[in-house]
């Protein structure tokens, strides 16, 4: 299983962003998947999450009404739309997997299956 996170970005306040996560090795549908990032000097903190049973999609407070996650399932891939940014999204962005559950658990839970991770991708909002 690998994951492979792409689209990060310098942009300014008020801008959008759209992050893409390809998963090889498995078919993205079937579980939760979703986004966590982590800023310079603090914790990791989870963004999202979408079930492999129907799509239902969970966000946290602090990116809710802004950010949504998606996938596409022809594709394989998940995505994260980020709109009207914040200096404060700024970070480093990571997608996750609960595999073998297609449930999130991921918003109590860090996964930590080996692979459940891919790199990340820095988004960096300027004011």
Known sequence: VQLQASGGGLVQAGGSLRLSCVASGLTLQ???FGWFRQAPGKER?????ISGTDGTAIHADSVKGRFTISRDNAKNV???????LKPEDTG?????SDTP???CFMQQSAPTRPNSWGQG???TVSS
């Open 121 to 123: 991708t820095q988004v």
């Open 78 to 84: 998940l995505y994260l739309q980020m709109n009207n």
């Open 92 to 96: 480093v962005y990571y997608c996750a």
């Open 45 to 49: 903190e989870w963004i999202s999450c």
């Open 30 to 32: 079937y579980y939760a």
């Open 101 to 103: 559950s297609p449930v």
